[in-house]
């Protein structure tokens, strides 16, 4: 069993940075694939970025693309999103999710533990 706990998010002016961590509980943290979703109030959650076991692979959602970075640090068993120029668009509850496979994917069905979510604002 993985435990994720995400932190970091808050209300920010549009062109302003945050940066979303995810500590995750358990041994096994360094051989999954994560991920970062987003659900605004309404919409279905979407996928924003996905990393694999080593860091060594990425993908973004081209709506991020450029503008915010996955990354992690397995020592610490901790995923990031740094998240730079936000808009309003990016306003949403961001959850972290553990895949019990090291492959990436941007699908949300295929992720096995997610987080409880943290709000990010962005205000215009």
């Known amino acids: 069993q993985v435990q994720l706990v995400e932190s970091g998010g808050g209300l920010v002016q549009a062109g302003g940075s945050l940066r979303l961590s995810c500590a995750a509980s358990?041994?096994?943290?360094?051989?999954?694939?994560m991920g970062w979703f987003r659900q605004a109030p309404g919409k279905e959650r979407e996928f924003v970025a996905t990393?694999?076991?080593?860091?060594?692979?990425?993908y973004h959602a081209d709506s991020v693309k450029g503008r915010f970075t996955i990354s992690r640090d397995n020592a610490k068993n901790t995923v990031y999103l740094q998240m730079n120029s936000l808009k309003p668009e990016d306003t949403a509850v961001y959850y972290c999710?553990?895949?019990?496979?090291?492959?990436?994917?941007?699908?949300?069905?295929?992720?096995?533990?997610w987080g409880q979510g943290t709000q990010v604002t962005v205000s215009s």
């Open positions: 999710a553990a895949k019990r496979t090291s492959v990436i994917s941007t699908n949300r069905y295929q992720y096995d533990y």
């Open positions: 358990g041994r096994t943290f360094s051989s999954y694939a």
């Open positions: 990393i694999s076991w080593n860091g060594g692979n990425t």
